[in-house]
């Protein structure tokens, strides 16, 4: 029999992509769910199929995590179904995702956030951006299609969880929350799942500035997560702020030493032919974006995660 799955949806309003989101989960090639949907207020909206399945909850203005919150306590779902309301699923999104919790091992399973064909250009230069090995790390699969594995974290716009294992989110955190939740289970003895074939389309930011600031934003809430919670193999997330930092460190050494000078040069000019060659596409402009958008990526979340270190996170401080 199908495990009862609770799809949870937080959003400021219901909007155009809201209302896309909701139309695609209804439509999913999977019987028994339900779908939460959490506006700050609620909307004068249009009657959606089979709406039985449907649940507006108003919930004023907090963050998603507090949203998530509010609907994990009201779920009557096995498992607990995560997507942004800027996204949608493929139609087998559920029916994927449900065959791998018969390993009784996995706690939670997600998989790859890809760009929408319908995209606009800049969307889909930060997707280009995120799903570069250089620009991201290993946290690239995210936003591709891989081979299945087992992960340490991945994002709330894209898993499912076991309900009996999930921990309440954290709520001092505007996006670093599904960071902690991942890591919660995890610590469980519990393992997360990337599968390639559990698959939502996710829309990215629709400017240059939108994404460079967002990458602020995850350069600052993971940082204040992992001085909670540090551990060595979090190092890995402070790399783009140790990036920042030595080329800082580079240009002022610059002004002392020619050696330095030509080394850090040296090292600049393998950087950024590093970065042209994996930002290279059919077209010169879109080459172009990439290139810059993917160094000024390292450049802004680099900047939020050193921010983070001198600035502590209080509750409310990661306000929407």
Request: glycine share 4%; net charge positive.
């Amino acid at each position: 029999m199908e495990p009862k799955i609770t799809i949870i949806i937080p959003c400021k309003e219901i909007d155009f992509y809201t209302e896309k989101c909701i139309s695609r989960c209804l439509d999913l090639d999977y019987e028994n769910f339900e779908i939460f949907v959490l506006p700050d207020f609620m909307p004068k909206m249009k009657k959606f199929p089979n709406s039985k399945r449907l649940k507006i909850i108003e919930t004023g203005k907090v963050k998603p995590a507090v949203k998530r919150n509010i609907a994990k306590e009201k779920s009557t779902g096995e498992l607990l179904a995560s997507i942004d309301s800027d996204a949608y699923p493929r139609k087998d999104w559920l029916r994927n995702a449900a065959k791998y919790f018969s390993d009784k091992r996995i706690g939670l399973v997600g998989g790859p956030n890809l760009t929408p064909a319908e995209s606009n250009f800049y969307e889909k230069v930060s997707g280009y951006v995120l799903s570069n090995y250089f620009a991201a790390g290993r946290g690239n699969i995210r936003y591709k299609t891989a081979k299945n594995q087992t992960v340490n974290e991945l994002p709330s716009c894209n898993y499912i969880s076991r309900k009996s294992v999930s921990p309440d989110y954290k709520t001092n955190f505007l996006t670093a929350e599904d960071s902690k939740f991942c890591f919660d289970i995890s610590a469980q003895g519990y393992k997360l799942l990337y599968a390639g074939d559990v698959i939502v389309y996710h829309h990215r930011r629709d400017s240059i500035k939108k994404h460079l600031k967002q990458m602020f934003i995850y350069g600052r809430d993971i940082a204040w997560l992992i001085k909670d919670n540090f551990s060595l193999d979090k190092l890995y997330y402070s790399m783009p702020s140790l990036f920042t930092l030595g080329i800082l460190a580079g240009i002022i050494a610059s002004f002392f030493s020619q050696i330095l000078r030509a080394v850090f040069l040296m090292l600049l000019l393998i950087y950024f032919f590093i970065i042209f060659v994996t930002s290279i596409h059919k077209n010169v402009k879109t080459t172009f974006f990439v290139f810059f958008t993917t160094i000024f990526t390292h450049i802004y979340y680099g900047i939020g995660f050193l921010y983070a270190l001198f600035v502590k996170n209080k509750e409310g401080i990661a306000v929407r």
